[in-house]
């Protein structure tokens, strides 16, 4: 713990005119008699508000006097306002006002019950949102299905012979971009059989059991 | 007699009920100067200062029994007394609608209007200096260059820390040095 001498060293070293001598007393002056008798003044207050506080009064003065104490704690402005009112009534507002209540109580009030709808409003509104959701992310994953695949590369799944089947069955002739017309102005049956003798006999007959009976022969 | 009588002896003497009230006078009795002039800096005018001493007291009677001495008794009624203080203050900056700055001046005019204040003496210039500080300063200083309150205790009364309060401290009587040294 410091001592004295410690704390004097250190105003010492900061502020050394404020040690001087009498600097630090303190020059206000004191009642006479003041302190001779606070204490027994202060003991004196202490019973009269016990006193006053263990009086006989109903709860409504004593919740009126705590709390106007409170508010005097809190904010004494809004203390002296508490009881200031500032809007008008209009004369005889309030002794106008009781014959209307006895005559509510001949039209006694019915309250009716409200059925629940079975299927209520927030269900319809979730329900709505889930098949947009729904349809919103089919429509998206259908086009990104879509646009990702590789026509080419499904085509080597399908097998020649559905490949032949399919053509024969619709009686598909493909053709490319120029006519069959001029194809058949190019070749002759020379050219065809020149062809044709490069390709194995045994690849010809296998062709020719795909073909139409009407197709078969070749000359 | 109260002088004699230790904290701890006073308090276990408040709390039997033959002998609460005579404890309780004596606690006044021993501590009332010091506290009153704690107050009485704070605050200047000497009613002022009566009222708030009484309303510490009265908390003191209404706190006591609860007590649980893990401070030393005094640090707990300063405590009481600077809060009731920085209390008053501030209601009577709500009264008046004031700034601090305001209300600042308006204790210092105070000091000028004391019937004795005297400007070319030191001490009334050191109280017009103090009263330049900002409130939590100002209690910082008062408590350790007329208390001599060693800054562990001090931060038990402000709650501050130790290093805080020390640096406050510095900066306080440098200040007020500089206001005296000027004026």
Avoid at chain 1, 4 to 22: K, W, Y
Avoid at chain 1, 65 to 73: A, Q, T
């Amino acid at each position: 713990m410091e001592t004295p001498n410690e704390i004097l060293t250190e105003l010492l070293g900061i502020a050394p005119d404020l040690s001087r001598h009498g600097i630090s007393r303190v020059p206000y002056a004191v009642p006479d008699g003041f302190f001779e008798g606070f204490a027994e003044n202060l003991m004196n207050r202490i019973h009269k508000e016990a006193a006053e506080f263990s009086e006989p009064q109903t709860g409504q003065q004593n919740a009126e006097v705590s709390s106007l104490l409170e508010i005097s704690d809190i904010s004494p402005l809004l203390a002296g306002l508490k009881n200031k009112n500032t809007y008008q009534v209009p004369e005889g507002y309030f002794e106008n006002l009781k014959p209307i209540i006895p005559e509510l109580e001949t039209y006694p009030v019915t309250i009716k019950s409200k059925q629940a709808p079975v299927f209520s409003l927030k269900f319809i509104k979730y329900a709505v949102a889930a098949c947009i959701v729904a349809l919103l992310g089919t429509a998206i994953f259908n086009q990104t299905y879509h646009k990702n695949t590789d026509p080419i590369k499904d085509l080597t799944l399908v097998s020649d012979q559905d490949m032949a089947n399919y053509l024969d069955a619709d009686d598909i002739h493909w053709t490319p971009g120029i006519s069959a017309s001029s194809v058949a102005t190019d070749y002759n049956e020379n050219d065809i059989h020149d062809l044709l003798s490069s390709v194995p006999d045994d690849e010809l007959e296998q062709y020719s059991t795909l073909l139409p009976e009407e197709k078969r022969n070749v000359n | 007699m109260a002088e004699q009588t230790t904290d701890t002896e006073l308090l276990a003497l408040f709390r039997e009920p033959a002998t609460k009230e005579k404890a309780f006078t004596d606690i006044i009795k021993k501590y009332q100067e010091r506290l009153y002039w704690h107050i009485r800096r704070m605050l200047v005018d000497h009613e002022d200062s009566n009222d708030t001493m009484q309303n510490v007291f009265i908390r003191v009677w209404n706190a006591l029994a609860g007590f649980r001495e893990d401070a030393q008794l005094y640090t707990w009624l300063y405590r009481i007394a600077t809060n009731e203080c920085l209390t008053f203050i501030e209601q009577q900056k709500k009264r008046a609608s004031v700034s601090f700055n305001e209300l600042e001046s308006g204790l210092s005019n105070k000091i000028r209007a004391d019937k004795d204040f005297d400007a070319n003496k030191l001490e009334w210039k050191l109280q017009l200096a103090i009263q330049q500080l900002p409130e939590k300063q100002r209690v910082v200083f008062m408590l350790r260059y007329y208390d001599e309150m060693p800054y562990e205790e001090m931060s038990r009364v402000l709650e501050t820390s130790a290093g805080a309060l020390k640096a406050s401290y510095h900066h306080a009587a440098k200040k007020i040095e500089d206001f005296i040294l000027n004026h």
